[in-house]
């Protein structure tokens, strides 16, 4: 067993990198497996164990349910099925208190497995190591309410094997990793702790490892809050700007070649959010920066999320008739350029520099773009956008359940009036040169910051989340980001210039917990390699951060998210986040 605990250990501390799936169910159809299908396991006297090891609650019966695939890659992290559904009858806390046990899988939000390892010598392999993730449930006992979510080890031993496939008949929960408690639980709950017992299957099943995990695609659509546009800064500056440079000249080549962009401007990133890795996964970033719904002529030339020629749908219907049912997410971002957000923030730069003091929140033609009618008429084109991609993956051979949708909104960029670290009134060296515009490039008044983070952000984000329900579509997941950015917004207090601290270069560790990570607005580019375009977007360690989030919504199955930071640090060399 302490064999089998370092495996564990060992696997699970990279097991969210690796992990590579595109939910269970799609999985299933994905392989052709030989014999996929609906399982049933149940176990008597499952336990909790708190941190010290004493038995909290027993359960004399347990049941789940869900899918498996019997063909999967000996890879770790590849998916081996799901929990959709959970039972437990007849607890009991401390041995003797009635206690109610709540299992919170649902198929709309399952219980992912994922192959993590086996046990003993090849050719011969007596036990297979599986990780159950997104674990969540919930106890009431003795006027206590403790909730717990993690991954659980399962060690499933081969009773035998006949040409080539392992036959088992069911498994055991081990110690490791642990459950961990979440906020809303009594002050007394053990904070972390582990499921001990077994579980049979209904009948006896069989299970294939093959050398390889299935090939697996990911794609990116939408406008430049996922093209990876401002992505190659790490951070911002107003001296030398070689020491934020991240990514390089050629940050935006997306040709073959790597030595052009294959669209002017639209700046795909070669370190794009869709880069979420893992054995077997490819990533394609078909965004484009000021992409909206509808295709745009130009110049420049705007591929859209419609079905005409050149569009980024008809890249999508190309990649997905050349590798049938094999992409497994798209992730989209659309609809801030068709509510005008670059006109917003041009109205409010301008009326911050203004003599006087004039606000853009004030101004018809800026409101007028988040009111109730519009954000009606975006919230349909949206709508249609969303049901555009599933047509698209449709008419390539892809059915709703082989693959998800993930519909992200947009991010705060600046903060509240009283978070910037510049005063809106000072000035520098006499005249209206205000500092919060010369030295932070964040020229808001602290009035139209509230409006655009409270009303227009509101809008404009409630808009994506009407198009998302209006689908009705089953596999559409909405990955909500507003809030994901605080504490690193642009000229809010807590980050800094690179100058102002000491760091050599924004890529260091240090840069994600010093830097901001949204882009200064830049009004003047000569003799510099910036691009106005990238102001206001997410620089290097936000694009890494977004990455982090998406990850984390794909392969924990979420039917919904919400992605927040999550501390200080790196992890993988992202920032920290979490999802909920």
Not at 273 to 290: D, K, L, M, P, Q
Not at 502 to 524: F, H, K, P, S, Y
């Amino acid at each position: 067993m302490r064999r089998v605990r370092q495996l564990l250990v060992a696997a699970g501390a990279s097991i969210v990198m690796l992990a590579m799936f595109a939910g269970p169910a799609l999985a299933l159809r994905s392989l052709q497996s030989s014999n996929p299908g609906a399982v049933s396991l149940t176990g008597a006297n499952v336990s909790f164990e708190d941190e010290a090891g004493f038995l909290r609650e027993v359960c004399s019966g347990v049941t789940l349910a869900g899918e498996v695939i019997e063909r999967i890659g000996k890879v770790a992290g590849t998916a081996v099925g799901s929990i959709t559904e959970g039972r437990a009858t007849a607890c009991r806390a401390f041995g003797f208190v009635e206690a109610a046990v709540t299992i919170e899988a649902s198929t709309r939000t399952p219980f992912p497995e994922t192959y993590n390892g086996f046990l003993g010598t090849l050719p011969t392999i007596t036990g297979v190591l599986i990780l159950i993730g997104s674990v969540r449930f919930t106890t009431v006992a003795a006027g206590r309410t403790c909730r717990y979510e993690g991954r659980v080890g399962f060690l499933i031993p081969v009773t035998r094997e006949a040409r080539g496939a392992l036959i088992y008949e069911g498994g055991s929960f081990l110690a490791e990793p642990k459950l961990r408690i979440l906020a809303g639980s009594t002050a007394e709950c053990p904070r972390e702790g582990s499921l001990r017992g077994s579980l049979r299957f209904e009948r006896t099943r069989t299970i294939t490892l093959l050398n390889e995990a299935p090939a697996v695609w990911v794609v990116s659509v939408g406008d430049s809050y996922i093209s990876g546009e401002g992505s190659r800064w790490a951070g911002n500056t107003n001296r030398e700007e070689a020491r934020i440079d991240a990514l390089g000249r050629n940050a935006y080549f997306d040709s073959p070649e790597g030595t052009r962009e294959t669209i002017e401007r639209c700046h795909r990133s070669k370190e794009p959010e869709i880069r979420i890795g893992g054995a077997g996964v490819t990533s394609v970033n078909f965004a484009c920066s000021g992409a909206t719904v509808a295709t745009r002529a130009g110049p420049p030339f705007k591929p859209g999320l419609d079905r005409v020629a050149n569009s980024q749908l008809e890249l999508l219907r190309d990649l997905a008739t050349r590798h049938p049912r094999q992409i497994k997410l798209v992730a989209v971002s659309i609809g801030g350029n068709d509510f005008g957000f670059g006109e917003i923030v041009e109205a409010c730069v301008q009326a911050y520099l203004a003599a006087g003091r004039r606000l853009c929140s004030t101004e018809a033609a800026v409101t007028e773009r988040v009111n109730a009618a519009n954000v009606a008429a975006k919230t349909a084109l949206i709508a249609r956008a969303i049901l555009e991609v599933r047509e698209t993956m449709r008419n390539a051979g892809s059915a709703d359940g082989e693959y998800r949708i993930v519909v992200q909104n947009y991010e705060s960029p600046v903060p509240l009036g009283p978070g910037f670290r510049y005063a809106q009134e000072e000035e520098e060296g006499g005249g209206n040169r205000k500092n919060r515009s010369a030295t932070g490039k964040c020229g808001f008044w602290d009035a139209d910051a509230e409006w655009a983070n409270n009303t227009a952000l509101v809008q404009i984000n409630r808009a994506v989340a009407d198009a998302v329900t209006a689908t009705r579509l089953a596999n559409v997941v909405p990955l909500k980001l507003e809030t994901a950015f605080e504490g690193r917004r642009l000229c809010e207090m807590g980050v800094n210039l690179i100058e102002n601290t000491e760091l050599a270069l924004g890529t260091e560790a240090g840069g994600a917990d010093r830097l901001e990570w949204i882009n200064q607005i830049r009004i003047v580019v000569l003799f510099t390699e910036y691009f106005i375009q990238e102001s206001l977007h997410p620089n290097y360690w936000a694009v890494l951060a977004l990455r982090n989030c998406l990850r984390r919504t794909y392969v924990g199955g979420r039917a919904a998210a919400t992605c927040t930071r999550n501390g200080a640090g790196l992890e993988g060399g992202e920032p920290r986040m979490q999802i909920r």
